[in-house]
């Protein structure tokens, strides 16, 4: 019986919870932001969501900590 390389199933690993992660986020349904006095709003804790955070992610909906949080729960459920 052949012993597998470590480096081929740490590689199988990574491919397999890249392939999760993109999947995951493939069917994710689109979000509408929300706006609050005409600004983009976390759709948790409805703050204002920081400018430097919608341009690095232009579709965001969430503040990065919710969003992080958001991330954790849905981790748990897969």
């Known amino acids: ?32 932001p929300l706006i609050i006095d005409g600004s983009r709003c976390c759709k948790e804790c409805e703050e204002p969501i920081p400018k430097q955070r919608i341009e690095t992610v232009p579709t965001c909906v969430r503040c990065v900590d919710c969003e992080n949080i958001l991330e954790i729960k849905n981790k748990g459920k897969a």
Do not use: W, Y
């Open 1 to 32: 019986m052949r012993i597998p390389d470590p480096s081929d199933v740490a590689t199988h690993h990574e491919e397999q919870e890249r392939e999760r992660i993109l999947n995951a986020h493939k069917f994710r349904p689109v979000e509408s």
